[in-house]
């Protein structure tokens, strides 16, 4: 075919190339099997120590099943609102410069520098009883910290990057011209987003709502600070791993992990799904 370019022969790996390609891969499964395999199939062990019918009677706890419900509030909560906030985000500095541009990148990256815990304190001191709001809440019957809206608040805090940082380096390398191409034609910015913009960056999207999700089902530190512990009310899956482990009730606590680990399962396995559907695409 004239213009084909030329077919370039794969050179055979030397000895000392395989040698260090099976050692390479050799260290990468040592680690992952010690630091992934081997506490996933420890907690399975655990949690069926006594049978899958004392495993099951586990989750018939109604403690346990406020702590699931709860849990997906929140992550139902939680990542629309992250999917929009990124959404609007990644637009914005990809598309368009304004001043506060850097600062506006910096503030993104800023939960994956706070220590949760440290988050999780500052809504204490925002919304706290003795907080700069407290006064002005309780005069109002309003209860955010030690209730639901705290853990929302919280979890929405330290998962928010996630999407916007999927989305933003995708965005700026595809560019603008198809979207202005297409207002220049007469279509409206919704228009534009829905057909010209949001088929281009489907997949990170998907993506980045995948890893939010999974932050929020699984976060610990900010959560525990805002929840107040409140067992059947405001005590979320891993909070909840927690009370049992402290009771010495290790069948029950290693079961709720154990939910926790099949997510997160789940979850990685949605995400490779994900990563090699559009590796096809991009072929």
């Excluded at 209730?147 to 995708?170: C, K, N, S, W």
């Excluded at 979320?236 to 079961?255: G, Q």
Aim: proline residues 4%.
């Amino acid at each position: 075919m004239a213009g084909a370019a030329p077919r370039v022969e794969a050179r055979p790996l030397t000895r000392g190339a395989r040698l260090t390609r099976a050692v390479l891969i050799g260290v990468s499964l040592a680690f992952l099997g010690l630091l992934l395999a081997a506490p996933l199939g420890a907690v399975l062990a655990k949690a069926l120590a006594k049978g899958w019918q004392v495993y099951l009677e586990s989750f018939a706890d109604p403690d346990t099943q406020a702590a699931i419900r709860l849990t997906l509030l929140v992550a139902a909560i939680v990542v629309p609102l992250n999917t929009i906030f990124g959404i609007c985000a990644a637009w914005a500095i990809a598309k368009f410069e304004f001043k506060g541009k850097s600062l506006l990148i910096t503030l993104i990256d800023l939960p994956f520098a706070v220590s949760p815990v440290i988050a999780g304190l500052v809504f204490v001191l925002l919304f706290g009883a003795h907080g700069w709001f407290g006064e002005w809440l309780q005069e109002r019957d309003i209860s955010i910290i030690f209730a639901v809206p705290g853990i929302v608040l919280a979890t929405l805090f330290v998962t928010f990057p996630y999407v916007a940082r999927e989305l933003i380096p995708l965005m700026q390398q595809q560019g603008s011209e198809e979207e202005e191409a297409a207002i220049t034609l007469g279509a409206s910015a919704w228009v534009t987003f829905l057909r010209v913009t949001l088929p281009k960056i489907r997949w990170g999207l998907l993506y980045g709502i995948i890893l939010c999700n999974a932050r929020a089902m699984g976060e610990f530190g900010a959560v525990s600070v805002v929840s107040g512990h409140i067992r059947g009310l405001t005590t979320t899956m891993p909070l909840h791993v927690e009370i049992l482990y402290n009771e010495y009730n290790f069948v029950a606590a290693f079961a709720v992990a154990s939910l926790l680990a099949l997510l997160a399962i789940l979850t990685l396995v949605v995400k490779t799904a994900v990563e090699w559907r559009a590796g096809r695409r991009r072929a």
